[in-house]
């Protein structure tokens, strides 16, 4: 798999999962929203303390991805998160949150800095993914993630000296993963990280 060329400097977050489910609804037609001016984090929110660090381009990731899991349930309730996504797009990093039900596809683009909602889309389902298709293959489990920061760390062992860029949580064969790219100069390495017990699924080069 070609892992992407990302011009953007290092960051840390201290992020956390939460729970989702699923639901069956119907909607024959695909509609695309792109949203702004929506709710920012709060800063008195509970106990969880989140870090964070500067971009050479000015952005600050502040918002935990738990924050962004609860606004994707609030959109689509109901529905089951396929992947998560945290990767910078235009000079700034965005959360891209996919999910499913029976018969539909849905996207949910945030803003990491100011929990701003940049997209919003839905879909139908391809003919051999709907009634529960790709519900079943794809559906991430979110249940006793590791914590995105451990996960971090992990993939740092992994690669000393790189700068994890890029993250992704996402399913295959029953197994839930991280898949974390990192950068050092002109080289690049893709790991992949059980998301429950942060054990290393796949080490790869790209140089």
Same mark, same amino acid.
């Given at each position: 798999?070609?892992?992407?060329?990302?011009?953007?400097?290092? *960051?840390?977050? #201290?992020?956390?999962?939460?729970?989702?489910?699923?639901?069956?609804? /119907?909607?024959?037609?695909?509609?695309?929203?792109?949203?702004?001016?929506?709710? &920012?984090?709060?800063? #008195?929110?509970?106990?969880?303390?989140?870090?964070?660090?500067?971009?050479?381009?000015?952005?600050?990731?502040?918002?935990?991805?738990?924050?962004?899991? %609860?606004?994707?349930?609030?959109?689509? $309730?109901? @529905?089951?998160? @396929?992947?998560?996504?945290?990767? $910078?797009?235009?000079?700034?990093?965005?959360?891209? *949150?996919?999910?499913?039900?029976? /018969?539909?596809?849905?996207?949910? &683009?945030?803003?990491?800095? #100011?929990?701003?909602?940049?997209?919003? +889309?839905?879909? %139908?389902?391809?003919?051999?993914?709907?009634?529960?298709? +790709? *519900?079943?293959?794809?559906?991430?489990?979110? #249940?006793?993630? %590791?914590?995105?920061?451990?996960?971090?760390?992990?993939?740092?062992?992994?690669?000393?000296?790189?700068? $994890?860029?890029?993250?992704? *949580?996402?399913?295959?064969?029953?197994?839930?993963?991280? &898949?974390?790219?990192?950068?050092?100069?002109?080289?690049?390495?893709?790991?992949k990280i059980n998301a429950q017990d942060l054990s290393i699924l796949k080490v790869e080069d790209d140089?």
């Open positions: 798999m070609k892992i992407k060329r990302i011009l953007t400097s290092g *960051l840390v977050v #201290t992020l956390v999962a939460v729970l989702s489910g699923c639901q069956t609804k /119907q909607a024959p037609t695909s509609t695309e929203t792109s949203v702004t001016n929506q709710t &920012k984090i709060s800063e #008195t929110e509970t106990s969880r303390e989140t870090t964070s660090e500067n971009l050479d381009l000015g952005q600050e990731i502040t918002v935990p991805l738990d924050d962004v899991i %609860a606004l994707y349930q609030e959109t689509y $309730p109901d @529905t089951h998160l @396929t992947s998560i996504e945290l990767e $910078p797009e235009r000079n700034q990093y965005i959360y891209k *949150l996919e999910g499913v039900d029976e /018969q539909e596809e849905y996207e949910l &683009k945030v803003d990491a800095t #100011t929990k701003e909602m940049k997209k919003q +889309k839905n879909e %139908a389902l391809d003919r051999d993914e709907r009634n529960g298709v +790709k *519900l079943k293959n794809k559906a991430i489990d979110l #249940t006793n993630l %590791a914590s995105l920061n451990d996960v971090t760390e992990t993939a740092k062992k992994e690669a000393v000296d790189y700068t $994890p860029v890029e993250w992704e *949580l996402k399913q295959e064969l029953g197994v839930t993963y991280w &898949k974390v790219n990192l950068k050092q100069a002109h080289k690049e390495k893709e790991v140089d």
